[in-house]
């Protein structure tokens, strides 16, 4: 089995790498390819990354490489985890954004139309290379942000899925607060990327007891601190929805935070600049501790059974993805993707039922998904007026004179990615 991972270079891929190492029996890589142009950067991770496989004992063989097309040749399936313009980019995105009041966020808002805009392009291009080169190859979407970017690639006949790793963070919390294994916690995950709620908290599989009412009544405090909103916020919804809410439901003290501090963006590439040199040692065969702050927890985890159930049908029975809707959601066009549990196999994912969502859900989720229809339609034929009318359809913007503001922002920070502008 071969598997490209598209950005390779990431300092994320030590994560992946070493799930690929754990899980070998699940998911039996032979090859794995990181392709990335940042010869340095990608010179330090695949040595890492033979050195966490050979620690283990897996006897596939990595190659590095900055040829796309070399990288893809034969793959199985290809991970997309690219991100266009670097950290300088994501800057961006967290900062101008502000300085209209609004919130400066890599994949929401302002900031993620500007990321969709940059991104969407590339990776269309990466997915017909992917298709010439094996037109039976999976792509994992795990760049932001996902819901648009697997919206683009379905909607061109690719045959991919989106991940994401806020409901295996998920998972993994409750299962640890329940004293259950994780896979014995079943998530009632609603939603579109970054916008998702858990509705229930199933022990044993979709039709098991629901134990959130539990949950938030004995673990209330704590969850309500992970996602930073009031104890009593989650009492009234009787949900717990995903940190991303934040945005939504405390818009305003979130842009009041963002201003009194450093970008996110800033301290990842602080971040960065102490894992690559990390990586640099020859001594180290691991991944570092400091790792689990970069973000993109439990993604390895995610990736492998997403790999595994597509490739093999091996895997979990059920994964949280990021997939055509297909009447999941009545109130949603067929074609709107959405982020919910689906039976993964090699065929592809078939979401499961789930109840229809609550107004106060339904109403956010229609709300963002025209608004992703928008920005999808601004990144594959550009212009200024479609990506101000799929800032004024964004509920965390909305006003014309935000909107107009914003727009020409956007493209000012983003002309050198933008061919139309």
């Known amino acids: ?220 405090d704590a969850i309500a601190d992970d996602l930073r909103l009031p104890r009593a916020l989650l009492d009234r919804l009787g949900v717990v929805p995903s940190y991303y809410l934040r945005y939504y439901y405390a818009h305003d003290e979130v842009v009041r935070d963002l201003r009194g501090k450093p970008s996110r963006a800033e301290e990842v590439a602080r971040m960065e600049r102490e894992l690559l040199e990390m990586y640099g040692d020859p001594a180290l065969d691991e991944k570092p501790a400091l790792l689990a702050r970069r973000g993109g927890a439990y993604y390895s985890e995610a990736a492998v059974d997403l790999a595994a159930a597509l490739l093999s049908g091996g895997g979990s029975p059920y994964q949280v993805v990021n997939t055509l809707n297909k009447g999941t959601l009545p109130f949603l066009a067929d074609d709107a993707v959405i982020e919910v549990q689906a039976a993964v196999g090699p065929t592809g994912p078939v979401p499961l039922p789930v109840p229809e969502p609550d107004p106060l859900y339904a109403g956010l989720i229609a709300n963002v998904t025209a608004y992703e229809e928008l920005a999808l339609e601004a990144a594959l034929r550009g212009g200024r007026d479609r990506v101000f009318r799929a800032l004024l359809a964004h509920p965390l913007i909305g006003q014309y004179g935000y909107a107009d503001t914003l727009t020409d922002r956007l493209i000012a920070h983003n002309r050198e990615h933008l061919a139309w502008a």
């Open 1 to 220: 089995m071969k598997l490209t991972v598209v950005g390779g270079g990431s300092t994320y891929t030590p994560e992946l790498v070493d799930g690929f190492a754990r899980l070998r029996d699940t998911l039996p890589v032979e090859e794995l390819v990181l392709v990335d142009p940042a010869a340095e950067r990608l010179e330090l991770v695949g040595g890492l990354a033979r050195r966490i496989f050979a620690r283990q004992g897996h006897g596939g063989r990595i190659v590095t490489t900055a040829d796309l097309d070399a990288g893809i040749d034969g793959a199985d399936a290809v991970l997309l985890q690219l991100r266009v313009g670097g950290q300088a980019a994501r800057r961006q995105d967290e900062t101008w954004p502000l300085e209209c009041g609004c919130v400066g966020q890599e994949t929401t808002g302002a900031g993620g139309l500007a990321k969709a805009l940059r991104t969407v392009p590339v990776v269309l291009d990466i997915a017909e290379r992917v298709r010439r080169a094996n037109p039976r190859a999976w792509i994992i979407d795990f760049t932001n942000p996902v819901g648009i970017v697997t919206r683009a690639l379905l909607h061109a006949g690719h045959r991919a899925v989106g991940l994401c790793n806020v409901a295996i963070g998920l998972q993994r919390k409750f299962a640890a607060r329940l004293g259950v294994e994780p896979a014995d916690v079943h998530l009632g995950h609603v939603g579109l990327n970054h916008l998702t709620w858990e509705t229930s908290v199933r022990l044993g599989g979709p039709e098991g007891a629901n134990v959130l009412p539990k949950l938030l009544a004995e673990h209330g």
